[in-house]
């Protein structure tokens, strides 16, 4: 199957955030123990992109960013006996990526892989210490996750899982991140469970996802809280009862405590990672309530908690980093394959490789309504 691969392939490689993206001819990389090289079909943009691009996040350049990709299989490499991984298959690919050997993996605590942040997040490379990206003279590249924003990608094995075959491949490609963060926070973080209310505060890419999987989890009320009209829109289509713009409110505190009978919401998903978010996220919430920050902040951003409320009020912020990717990634994908999560429905645009820096223009001018992905048959 190898001689089927080209020995170089475009990827966007950033090298400078002030210069941004550029399309270059690199090597194709190859699969080691408990790998696999699959040739990408689509790689989804992501908020939490932005801050490595734009520098607010610390990382070794150059480096290939992208996290969330759907693709077919076309090397699998030594270790995958029992994976059930195949040449030929199509996947979906998870950002987080557990070494599944350390402490937090045993313990089944994938969304605490410590090689994952030490290696990968840190450094950029896969769990032998070393990058599986190099231009064409051989000079590493580093990996934020996969490094998904290429025509081909290594993924260590735990972290694919196989899709159905009338599956649409393209919009698969946000299972990977924006669906998976989304069920680890539903199912992982807050717990939810049915009859209890929600709010979600932002409703981009992940935001949006958590309102059908909260709705499936039988969520009574999900409001929706954004700046936008139009995203507030697409959430009530989504499953939300209630919508609230944050940017227009007088008060979204009385706002979503009238729809709630004067209560709060039970959980409150903060989808965004600013303070003003943050701040919403809490004040929202009901007594014995539960926030659930999901949202990568700027670098190292903080926000006030009223610290007498929270105690007096029992109410708990439980922050939730991706899903357990072994267990949940096969369940978000049977989620989407039954219909739960119409991932083809949270896919607005398709960019080609080439305008993948204009993609992110618009996610970061706040223009995405969903997900964008770069398609790489375009």
């Known amino acids: 199957m190898s001689a089927q691969i080209p020995s170089t392939m475009r990827a966007a490689v950033l090298r400078d955030p002030a210069e941004g993206l550029r399309i270059e001819e690199i090597r194709t990389p190859h699969p ?3 790998e696999v090289l699959i040739k990408v079909a689509a790689c989804g943009l992501c908020h939490s992109d932005l801050h490595v691009l734009g520098g607010a996040i610390a990382f070794p350049l150059p480096a290939v960013v992208g996290h969330e990709v759907s693709g077919q299989i076309v090397e699998v490499g030594p270790g995958n006996e029992h994976t059930g991984l195949a040449v030929g298959q199509q996947v979906a690919g998870a950002f987080l990526m557990p070494c599944g050997q350390c402490d937090a993996c045993a313990a089944g605590r994938d969304d605490l892989c410590g090689p994952f942040f030490e290696l990968n997040r ?6 032998d210490g070393t990058t599986r990206l190099a231009t064409l003279d051989g000079d590493p590249i580093a990996m934020y996750s996969m490094g998904g924003l290429a025509e081909y990608a290594v993924i260590p094995s735990t972290s694919v899982t196989p899709v159905p075959d009338d599956f649409d491949v393209v919009s698969g490609a ?68 209630h919508t609230v713009n944050s940017a227009t409110s007088a008060d ?6 009238a729809v709630t009978g004067g209560r709060g919401v039970d959980v409150a998903f903060e989808a965004l990672g600013r303070p003003q978010t943050w701040t919403t996220a809490l004040d929202v919430l009901a007594d014995g309530g539960r ?12 926000a006030p908690v009223e610290i007498n409320r929270t105690v007096r009020r029992s109410q708990s912020i439980l922050g939730s980093y991706g899903a357990r990717t072994r267990q949940d990634l096969p369940e978000v994908v ?11 429905g949270l896919v607005s645009r398709r960019y080609p490789l080439e305008q993948v820096a204009d993609g992110y223009a618009a996610l970061r001018r706040g223009e995405i309504r969903g997900r964008a992905v770069v398609d790489m048959s375009l």
């Not at 807050?190 to 505060?201: H, I, M, Q, W, Y």
């Not at 309102?211 to 999900?222: T, W």
């Not at 926030?291 to 903080?302: D, K, N, S």
């Not at 049977?334 to 083809?344: C, E, F, I, N, S």
């Open 334 to 344: 049977r989620l989407a394959a039954a219909g739960v999560v119409d991932y083809r």
């Open 32 to 34: 080691k123990a408990g």
């Open 291 to 302: 926030m659930v920050p999901i949202g990568l902040g700027a670098g190292v951003q903080t």
């Open 174 to 241: 946000i299972l990977g991140c924006a669906a998976m963060t989304a069920y680890g926070a539903v199912r992982r973080g807050a717990d939810l469970r049915s009859g209890e209310t929600v709010a979600v505060v932002a409703t981009g890419g992940v935001g949006s996802t958590i309102i059908p999987i909260a709705k499936s989890f039988g969520a009574r009320q999900i409001v929706a809280i954004d700046v936008s009209d139009e995203k507030l829109a697409d959430a009530r289509a989504l499953g939300a009862t």
């Open 252 to 257: 979204v505190r009385a706002e979503v405590f």
């Open 122 to 127: 840190l450094q950029g490379r896969l769990y």
